[in-house]
């Protein structure tokens, strides 16, 4: 059983255009949620992460935002580039000390010039 | 900037043969994660170390041990290899968690995996 759900499982968007990945989590103990990019071959790489006690974050063209009565949040990347085709990783883990990370099942994201 | 640093890169085994995986963490991280992805699929989280004791267990099969090392760096011990170990395996490392800002959860940074084949 997936414990974090993501979608869409791929995801085409045209340069200049907005990439929205969403996910959604069942454990309430979770609170920590990492997205990590993932080109082929390299290991995955954090973007952006955000705790619950805030509803939104922004990193240059990659916001996060978090509903926690929906236990639900999601990736939102600015201004599509074709070198932000990668496979997109939401992450989740509860911050007592046992920081194993459970991801999602990815989106593959391509962005057509 | 250091990285984590995983060897080797790729490795080719047949059934039943043992296998070892080495993973060095950055400096000064006391934390290291091992994660399995198969092909098409997401990591998922075998085991984990903070100062040489395991801290945390996954999915890791009876048949793989691991341990941390003095130096901080960790080993992966994989014996009876079955084909379905085929994946690429990763290391994370990061600070632990008497370190970290309270409240503040230390990221995990991950290493170029090794790319396991089984024959």
């Known amino acids: 059983q997936q414990q974090v759900k993501q979608s869409p499982q791929s995801l085409i968007v045209q340069k200049g255009g907005i990439s929205i990945i969403n996910c959604a989590y069942e454990?309430?103990?979770?609170?920590?949620f990492p997205w990590y990019q993932q080109f082929p071959g390299k290991g995955p790489a954090l973007l952006i992460a955000?705790?619950?006690?805030?509803s939104e974050k922004k990193e240059g063209r990659f916001t996060i935002s978090f509903n926690k009565s929906a236990k639900q949040f999601s990736l939102h990347i600015m201004d599509s580039q074709p070198g932000d085709s990668a496979t997109y990783f939401c992450a989740a883990s509860m911050d007592t000390g046992r920081r194993a990370l459970t991801f999602g099942s990815g989106t593959r994201l391509q962005v057509q010039p | 900037a250091a990285g984590v640093i995983q060897s080797p890169r790729h490795l080719i085994k047949e059934k039943r043969e043992t296998a070892t995986l080495k993973c060095y963490p950055i400096?000064?991280?006391?934390?290291v994660y091992w994660y399995q992805q198969g092909p098409g699929q997401d990591p998922q989280f075998l085991i984990s170390f903070y100062e040489k004791m395991q801290s945390d267990k996954g999915s890791i099969p009876d048949r793989f041990s691991a341990q941390q090392f003095s130096d901080y760096h960790s080993e992966l011990n994989m014996s009876s290899l079955e084909l379905g170990d085929s994946a690429l395996y990763f290391c994370a490392s990061s600070l632990g968690p008497e370190i970290s800002i309270a409240g503040v959860q230390e990221t995990q940074y991950f290493g170029p995996g090794t790319r396991l084949l089984v024959l």
């Open positions: 955000i705790r619950p006690d805030v």
């Open positions: 454990n309430t103990a979770f609170d920590y």
């Open positions: 400096p000064r991280h006391d934390t």
